[in-house]
């Protein structure tokens, strides 16, 4: 699980937006080292650009899968517009997630 000031300010945004059951954040930023937007916030080598999220909550409960990547973008939109160049989303429902 990823540990910067950035993934530290996704999962608390996330938290507060959608009280997940289970949410998991890898920071895979260096699978892209050497690109121009490697380096993201603190501007370390590898550092918080790239994540994979997966989150559980109910909050999801009755939406689409679309619907679900929206409002996780637009309460994340400061980062996606900064930092994160890149953000892979999984989002369930307790019951999609086998109730965790």
Same mark, same amino acid.
Do not use: C, Y
């Given at each position: 699980?990823?540990? +910067? !000031?950035?993934? %530290?300010? /996704?999962?608390?945004?996330?938290?507060? %937006?959608?009280? !997940?059951?289970?949410?998991?954040?890898?920071?895979?930023?260096?699978?892209?080292?050497?690109?121009?937007?490697?380096? +993201?916030?603190?501007?370390?080598?590898?550092?918080?650009?790239?994540?994979? @999220?997966? /989150?559980?909550?109910?909050?999801?409960? +009755?939406?689409? $899968?679309?619907? $679900?990547?929206?409002?996780?973008? %637009? #309460? @994340?939109?400061?980062? @996606?517009?900064? !930092?994160?160049?890149?953000?892979?989303? $999984?989002?369930?429902?307790?019951?999609?997630?086998?109730? #965790?």
């Amino acid at each position: 699980m990823s540990d +910067g !000031p950035v993934a %530290a300010l /996704i999962r608390e945004k996330l938290t507060v %937006a959608f009280a !997940p059951l289970r949410i998991e954040l890898e920071d895979d930023s260096w699978k892209h080292a050497g690109h121009h937007h490697e380096g +993201g916030m603190d501007a370390r080598d590898g550092g918080e650009s790239h994540f994979q @999220l997966t /989150i559980v909550s109910d909050a999801f409960e +009755g939406q689409g $899968r679309v619907a $679900r990547q929206r409002a996780i973008n %637009a #309460v @994340l939109k400061d980062e @996606l517009a900064g !930092p994160v160049h890149a953000l892979a989303v $999984r989002a369930m429902t307790t019951t999609e997630a086998g109730g #965790v």
